[in-house]
């Protein structure tokens, strides 16, 4: 079992950026992926990123390619999405992820672990 807690959202101007943090429980998150996911006002949640057990293979979408950067320490059990550049779209609600397989994966439903969400608010 592992439970995820995002924190690090906030309000922020256009081109500023942000550093959503995902602290996981459980020694066995060293050995999943995780993935990071939004949902705005109205839309539906949307893939982020994803990285693989050992940070080797990572996923991004194309919105946020070149402007986010996903990490994760194992030794801390903490997985980072760094934003920078932001824009008035990446207005959202940031979820993070966790899947009991060490490939990194970009579609919702191979999750199964999930965060209660952070909010990113970006003001132009």
């Known amino acids: 079992q592992v439970q995820l807690v995002e924190s690090g959202g906030g309000l922020v101007q256009a081109g500023g950026s942000l550093r959503l943090s995902c602290a996981a429980s459980?020694?066995?998150?060293?050995?999943?992926?995780m993935g990071w996911f939004r949902q705005a006002p109205g839309k539906e949640r949307e893939f982020v990123s994803s990285?693989?057990?050992?940070?080797?293979?990572?996923y991004y979408a194309d919105s946020v390619k070149g402007r986010f950067t996903i990490s994760r320490d194992n030794a801390k059990n903490t997985g980072y999405l760094q934003m920078n550049s932001l824009g008035p779209e990446d207005t959202a609600v940031y979820y993070c992820a966790a899947r009991e397989e060490s490939r990194a994966a970009t579609l919702e439903r191979r999750y199964g672990y999930w965060g209660q969400g952070t909010q990113v608010t970006v003001s132009s």
């Open positions: 990285i693989s057990w050992n940070g080797d293979i990572m």
């Open positions: 459980g020694r066995t998150f060293r050995s999943y992926a």
